[in-house]
């Protein structure tokens, strides 16, 4: 039997510019001290009385989710899950009591003794707020029949980080924005967005220059989870078209379509290739492919899949073996290579 596709190698709306789609919904259980006051024992008898709850045979969600015990994992495999957006970097730095519960897609995920007690996670490709937030919604209202989340009638939800409390939600897109970063218009944007209670912030690859960035909801408190997706998807829509201008207007000078071509160059030829310089290669073949400057190579909907294959512990869990960065270099290039069907020709 083949393994089931990943969320990220499907086709999603708008793709072009809004790489992915993910909302979390923060929980704790009722009666229980947050996570930051629980000694490591503590913390996994926690563990153990969740774990009991959601496999629960009664209990629909049973069978959907595998369960990863965090100390079990090496190094490469937890840096992995946060590579691929399954985690977070601070939930991998102690690992003890921790659990992740994620299904084959690896579009419905559960981390548990994080922050919180629960943060569940629902990601789509593209933009889909409403698919990501009826996901999330389907996958709490399930865990709420086994689980008593602390809830106070004035301030909703509790959770760890007082900034979360009401819905405990957040919506968050990333976003491909060369055109509007190298028209210097971000930071315009950015003040508009805080204004309506958004956040606009870099995301991965930010050092090396990937434009990427996440748009998020900041208000949990005194809004319902309806109200900031239809905010979240509203500002969307308008980053949408005034990036698709930005990168019209950016793609007519020869010194941008020089600077893409020269990318696509790298990418079918390297045989060397750091993370750095990826991500830089990356956004400008991604920017040509959306253009449609570059009409060969894998689709849209493909690409997420191979920046995420190309991250250094991903590449190295692929490879079966320990590499050195070299070595890792040398595997990201030929991954590459074999996307654009380079290595076809030779």
Not at 219 to 243: H, P, R
Not at 291 to 315: C, D, F, N, W, Y
């Amino acid at each position: 039997m083949s393994e089931q596709k990943k969320w990220y190698e499907h086709a999603g709306d708008d793709s072009d510019v809004i790489v992915s789609t993910r909302v979390r919904v923060a929980r704790n259980l009722a009666g229980q001290p947050f996570v930051w006051r629980l000694r490591v024992p503590e913390r996994r008898e926690l563990l153990r009385s969740i774990l009991a709850a959601v496999q629960d045979e009664r209990l629909a969600i049973s069978g959907q989710l595998s369960c990863t015990l965090m100390e079990e994992l090496s190094k490469t495999q937890a840096v992995s899950l946060a590579e691929r957006g399954l985690v977070s970097p601070e939930f991998i730095a102690r690992r003890e009591g921790k659990a992740l519960l994620c299904s084959e897609d690896e579009s419905l995920s559960v981390a548990v003794n994080g922050g919180d007690h629960l943060l569940l996670a629902a990601m789509r490709p593209g933009l889909d707020l409403d698919g990501a937030n009826a996901a999330a919604d389907r996958i709490e209202s399930m865990l709420s029949r086994a689980l008593d989340f602390a809830f106070d009638r004035e301030f909703g939800y509790l959770t760890a980080d007082p900034a979360n409390l009401g819905t405990g939600m957040h919506a968050e897109l990333t976003l491909h924005l060369p055109g509007l970063a190298r028209a210097g218009s971000l930071s315009r944007v950015a003040a508009g967005f805080s204004q309506l209670g958004l956040s606009l912030r870099e995301g991965v690859g930010a050092e090396a220059g990937a434009e990427l960035y996440r748009l998020s909801n900041r208000v949990t408190l005194g809004i319902s989870e309806q109200e900031a997706v239809f905010n979240l998807k509203s500002m969307a829509y308008q980053v949408v078209t005034q990036e698709r201008a930005a990168r019209k207007a950016l793609c007519q000078s020869l010194e941008s379509q020089d600077r893409i071509f020269r990318s696509l160059g790298v990418v079918q030829n390297a045989r060397l290739l750091p993370l750095g310089e990826f991500m830089e290669c990356f956004t400008n073949v991604r920017l040509g492919v959306a253009e449609k400057l570059i009409r060969r190579g894998p689709a849209m909907e493909s690409m997420a899949a191979v920046m995420t294959a190309a991250q250094p512990a991903t590449l190295t869990l692929r490879a079966g073996q320990a590499m050195t960065a070299a070595e890792r270099d040398a595997a990201r290039a030929a991954l590459v290579r074999s996307a654009w069907g380079a290595d076809e020709k030779e």
